[in-house]
Every structure is written in C-alpha cells, then in structure tokens.
C-alpha cells in the first residue's frame, strides 16, 4: 500500500462509515421482517397449512441478512484499523485527524475549536498526513524510498 492509498483510503473512511450506518438500519428492517416472517411460520404450521414458500421466502432474508452482516464487519475492521492508526498519532494530528474523519468536522469547524486559522489547520493536516502514512508504511515494513 502507497501514500495515495493511505490517504484515499482515510478519505473514503468517512463515507464508509456513514453507509455502515445506514447499512445498520437496514439490517434492522431485516430482521424484524424476519421475525415477522417467523412468527407466520409458526403460526401456519400449528394450523397445517403449507409452509414452503413462506420457508424459501424467510431462507432468502436470513440469507440477505447474513451478506449485509458480513459487508458490514469488513467496514468495521477498516474502521477499527483506521481508528487505530490515528489514535497512535501525536497532538494536535490526533484531534484534527479525529474530528476531520471521525467525526466529520470540516476545516473551518476544527479551526475554530481548535482556536487556530483554518489556513494553519491546512498546513497540520497535510503534515499530518504525511505522518500518518510514514507510520503506517513504517508497521508495514516497508522500505522507504530514497530522495537522492
């Protein structure tokens, strides 16, 4: 992984978690139609009538269910890692990169709770950045490359 991929990847952090939460909801709504679904199972089986399609019908939600579940867990360990990361940086990286990509503060917002220009919080995170990624690459042993 290179330093353009790092930092897409941060970019595309936050998108990502705001579809985990919508996908969150959604994964709800499955589940309560599937224990809709189940309480009417039970209930044509006590009475015997035929179950089938209601069966197939009630496999392929739960089955649905399962691949968004699934989905989800993939963004939350990205998260998790990405949370990681810039929890292993130094102040003020850490808040700016916090309330930049977690919670989704714009430039002007950190400056001012931050009590900086929002020119000079510019110039931390794109310092930040920088340092975000040698750390990464650095875990990853990667060798870095040479300026000569």
Do not use: W
Not at 73 to 99: G, H, T, V
Not at 116 to 135: D, E, M, N, P, V
Request: glycine share 2%.
């Amino acid at each position: 992984m290179n330093q353009n991929t790092l930092i897409k990847e941060l970019e595309n952090y936050k998108y990502d978690f705001q579809y985990y939460l919508e996908k969150s909801k959604e994964i709800d709504k499955l589940k309560n139609e599937i224990q809709k679904s189940y309480e009417r199972l039970q209930d044509m089986m006590a009475k015997k009538l035929d179950t089938g399609d209601l069966t197939k019908q009630l496999q392929l939600i739960i089955d649905k269910q399962s691949k968004e579940e699934d989905f989800l867990l993939s963004i939350l360990s990205k998260k998790q890692e990405i949370e990681r990361r810039i929890a292993s940086l130094d102040q003020p990286y850490k808040n700016i990169f916090f309330m930049k990509y977690i919670n989704l503060n714009t430039f002007d917002e950190i400056a001012l709770k931050m009590n900086y220009s929002t020119k000079r919080i510019y110039q931390l995170h794109k310092k930040g950045l920088a340092i975000y990624c040698a750390l990464y690459l650095k875990d990853q042993n990667v060798p870095e490359i040479s300026k000569s």
